[in-house]
């Protein structure tokens, strides 16, 4: 038997959704934003300006800020879609493990 919680919401539904917006600011927050932590966040348009090669760099950057600030869950798999990056708009799938279960959460980043 599982909690519900007054919204109607499970407890699990909860803490996903409270992990799925701290992906959001984490990636959305370029590094050295916050002045109290200039290591939080991840240089997700830093890297698009670079080459193409340095694709593996921007999911290095993603894996190593999410791994850092959202301790509460596995990271299992990144795939990022520039393909309109051009408009500035970047897609970047999370693919996770939270409590034995699996989740995926995409990041629709805008510039």
């Keep these: 038997m599982f909690a519900m919680s007054f919204s109607g919401q499970s407890r699990i539904d909860n803490v996903i959704d ?3 917006q701290s992906l959001e600011v984490i990636l959305t927050t370029s590094k050295g934003a916050r002045i ?3 290591e939080f966040g991840c240089n997700v348009w830093q890297r698009l300006d ?3 090669t340095a694709l ?3 999911i290095a950057d993603v894996i190593n ?3 850092r600030y959202e301790q509460r869950i596995t990271l299992n798999q990144v795939t990022p879609d ?3 990056a051009a408009n500035g708009h970047i897609h970047i ?3 996770y493990t939270y409590n034995n279960q699996s ?3 995409v990041a629709r980043i805008t510039r």
């Design 18 to 20: 409270d992990i799925n």
């Design 36 to 38: 109290a932590d200039p």
């Design 50 to 52: 670079q080459p193409i």
């Design 56 to 58: 593996p760099l921007l």
């Design 65 to 67: 800020a999410v791994n």
């Design 82 to 84: 520039i393909s309109q």
């Design 93 to 95: 799938k999370l693919y």
């Design 103 to 105: 989740f995926e959460h």
